[in-house]
C-alpha cells in the first residue's frame, strides 16, 4: 500500500477488498469494518436485523437541534456477482489501483464509493468543528442488488426507522461520462413477469388446435413492436433519456418437454419492463388489451404499484440547499428519472424526499459489467462535493 496514499482511498479500497457480492455477501465483516469506523470517530451505532444475517447499520452524529427532522445518507454494502472472472483485467476484489489512479473492483461505482464518501464527508465535518443543525444518520443497506426486500423495505415500515424521524434522505445516482453530475427526483417502475400461453397438448405430426405456440409468437411481436417504438423515442428525440421512456426485454423462454414431438400445454415468455411513473397507467392498460388480444395472462414476479416522485422546486427546501451547494461547489448537473431502481423508491413511496446523487462525472458508466472502476480523483472530489452538500442540506432550518 502507498504509505502516501490519502487516508479516504485507502479506506475506500479497504472497504471494496469486503467480498459482498451475491449469492452470499459476507455481511459479517462488512458490519465490523462499518461499527470500527463509526467507533473509530466516536459516533453512535446500532443494528436493525431485517434478517438473519442481513444487518441495516446506522450511524448517528446528533445535531445541535435534535428535535428537527434528520438527514439520511443511506447506501447499500452489497454489490452485483462478478460474472466471468477471465473478463476483468484484475482481480475483482483486489481494489487494484493502476497508474491513471483507476481503482477496479466490483462495488467501486455501485454504490461503495457513495458509502465512504458520505463517511469521510461527515468525519471531515465533524474533525473540523462543524456542528450541524439536524441529525444527520448514515445507514447502510443489505440486498439492494437484489430487490432490498431483506434490507430497505423492511427497514422503513419499522418502529427503528420512524424513529429516525427523517426529513431528507439522500442515495446513489449513476456515472456519466459528461461534465455534468446527474441527480435523480424519481425511478422508473418495475414489471417482471411472465406471459403465459395455455393451450392443448397434442402430437407435432398435425395442426394441434389451441397450441401455445402461436399465441406465444403474437405476443413476441407485441414486445418487439413496442421495445422499437420506445428505442425510436429516445433516438429521434436528443432531450429524453433512458429514464424517460419504456424499456422492454426478454429475458426467458420457456415451455415443452424434452420430447419435441409432443406440443406443451403451457408456454412462458418472461420479461423486464421498466416504465416511468407519469406513463404507468397507459402502460397498464396497454398489457391488459395484449392479453385480451393474445389469449394470455400475465404471472406477476415484481409489480410496483406505488410512484413516489420527490418533487425539485423552490418549494423544496432541502433541494434549494442542495442545488445552491453544487453550484458553489462548482458542479454542473442534470436532473433526471433514474433508468433502474434503488432504495430510494422505498423512500419516497414513503411520502419523504430523496434525492440520488453519485458525484462521478467525466466517468464511463462500468456498474455490473467487468472491469468496474473509479478513478481516485473522482473518488476524492466526491468527498467534498458531499462534504459541502451535507452541511448545506442539514443545516436548513
Not at 253 to 269: F, H, K, W
Request: with cysteine; aromatic share 10%; net charge negative.
Amino acid at each position: 500500500m502507498d504509505t502516501d496514499e490519502h487516508r479516504s482511498t485507502t479506506l475506500f479500497r479497504d472497504y471494496l477488498r469486503i467480498r459482498t457480492d451475491h449469492p452470499e455477501p459476507d455481511y459479517a465483516t462488512c458490519r465490523k469494518f462499518l461499527e470500527d469506523y463509526a467507533a473509530g470517530n466516536g459516533w453512535t451505532c446500532r443494528v436493525f436485523d431485517a434478517a438473519p444475517n442481513r444487518p441495516v447499520v446506522i450511524m448517528k452524529v446528533e445535531g445541535k437541534k435534535p428535535e428537527l427532522p434528520s438527514i439520511l445518507l443511506n447506501s447499500h454494502t452489497d454489490v452485483a456477482c462478478i460474472g466471468k472472472l477471465e473478463d476483468w483485467k484484475y482481480e475483482p476484489f483486489s481494489a487494484h489501483k493502476d497508474e491513471k489512479g483507476d481503482i477496479y473492483a466490483r462495488g467501486s461505482q455501485d454504490m461503495k464509493c457513495v458509502g465512504i464518501q458520505h463517511m469521510e464527508a461527515m468525519r471531515e465535518l465533524c474533525e473540523a468543528g462543524d456542528k450541524l443543525e439536524r441529525t444527520v444518520y448514515l445507514s447502510f443497506q443489505p440486498d439492494e442488488e437484489i430487490g432490498g426486500d431483506l434490507g430497505m423495505r423492511v427497514w422503513i415500515d419499522s418502529d427503528d426507522f420512524k424513529s429516525l424521524n427523517v426529513g431528507c434522505a439522500m442515495d446513489e445516482g449513476l456515472a456519466n461520462t459528461e461534465e455534468e453530475m446527474k441527480v435523480y427526483y424519481c425511478e422508473r417502475m418495475m414489471r417482471w413477469g411472465f406471459f403465459v400461453a395455455k393451450g392443448e397438448n397434442g402430437y407435432g405430426s398435425c395442426f394441434v388446435k389451441n397450441a401455445p405456440g402461436p399465441k406465444i409468437h403474437k405476443i413476441l411481436g407485441k414486445i418487439l413492436e413496442f421495445r422499437e417504438k420506445q428505442e425510436n423515442r429516445l433516438i429521434n428525440d436528443s432531450t429524453l433519456t433512458d429514464g424517460d421512456v419504456c424499456t422492454v426485454n426478454i429475458s426467458a423462454l420457456q415451455g415443452g418437454e424434452a420430447q419435441l414431438n409432443m406440443t406443451p400445454e403451457e408456454m412462458r415468455v418472461g420479461f423486464d419492463l421498466r416504465v416511468p411513473p407519469k406513463e404507468q397507467e397507459a402502460v397498464d392498460l396497454m398489457l391488459e388489451e395484449w392479453c385480451r388480444e393474445c389469449d394470455v395472462t400475465i404471472v406477476w414476479d415484481q409489480f410496483q404499484k406505488e410512484r413516489g416522485i420527490t418533487t425539485l422546486d423552490s418549494n423544496n427546501s432541502y433541494w434549494n440547499a442542495f442545488s445552491k451547494a453544487l453550484e458553489e461547489s462548482d458542479v454542473k448537473y442534470k436532473v433526471e428519472q433514474f433508468p433502474g431502481i434503488t432504495d430510494m423508491r422505498f423512500v419516497r413511496n414513503a411520502g419523504l424526499p430523496a434525492i440520488g446523487f453519485s458525484p462521478m462525472n467525466n466517468t464511463p458508466l462500468l456498474l455490473l459489467g467487468p472491469n468496474e472502476s473509479l478513478n481516485e480523483g473522482i473518488f476524492l472530489r466526491g468527498v467534498q462535493i458531499y462534504k459541502n452538500v451535507i452541511k448545506a442540506v442539514a443545516n436548513v432550518l
